[in-house]
Nanobody, 116 residues
Framework: QVQLVESGGGLVQAGGSLRLSCAAT????????MGWYRQAPGKQRDMVAA???????NYADSVKGRCTISRDVAKNTVYLQLNNLKPEDTGVYYC??????????WGRGTQVTVSS
C-alpha cells in the first residue's frame, strides 16, 4: 500500500517562493504519474502540475512560468517549486500518485498561505 506525505507548506508573502515535497512509501510500482493538486477554501480540488513516468510534465495555466514539478526516483519523492507566489495560490496542496490501472492515492495535504 502506497502512502504519501507532503511537506514544505507555510505562510509566505506575495512574490515569495516555496518548495513542496511529497515522499511516497510502501509498495511503489507501475506508476503512471505523480502530481500536485490545490484546493482553495470553498472550491474544488484542481491540478497544479503533474509528471508522467517518462518525465513529461503538465501545468495548470495559472502557474505556468512560476512552477516546476520534478522528482527523485531513487527517493520516491516528487517536488513542486513555486515562485512568485500570489494570494490566489493559497490553498491546501495535495500530492497524488496514480498507477497504470488508474488507482489513485492521495496525501493528506499541506497548507500554503500567500499574504498580499
Amino acid at each position: 500500500q502506497v502512502q504519501l506525505v507532503e511537506s514544505g507548506g507555510g505562510l509566505v508573502q506575495a512574490g515569495g517562493s516555496l518548495r513542496l515535497s511529497c515522499a511516497a512509501t510502501g509498495i511503489i510500482s507501475n506508476i503512471d504519474s505523480m502530481g500536485w493538486y490545490r484546493q482553495a477554501p470553498g472550491k474544488q480540488r484542481d491540478m497544479v502540475a503533474a509528471i508522467r513516468g517518462g518525465g513529461t510534465t503538465n501545468y495548470a495555466d495559472s502557474v505556468k512560468g512560476r512552477c516546476t514539478i520534478s522528482r527523485d526516483v531513487a527517493k520516491n519523492t516528487v517536488y513542486l517549486q513555486l515562485n512568485n507566489l500570489k494570494p490566489e495560490d493559497t490553498g491546501v496542496y495535495y500530492c497524488n500518485i496514480m498507477n497504470i490501472w488508474g488507482l489513485t492515492t492521495w496525501g493528506r495535504g499541506t497548507q500554503v498561505t500567500v499574504s498580499s
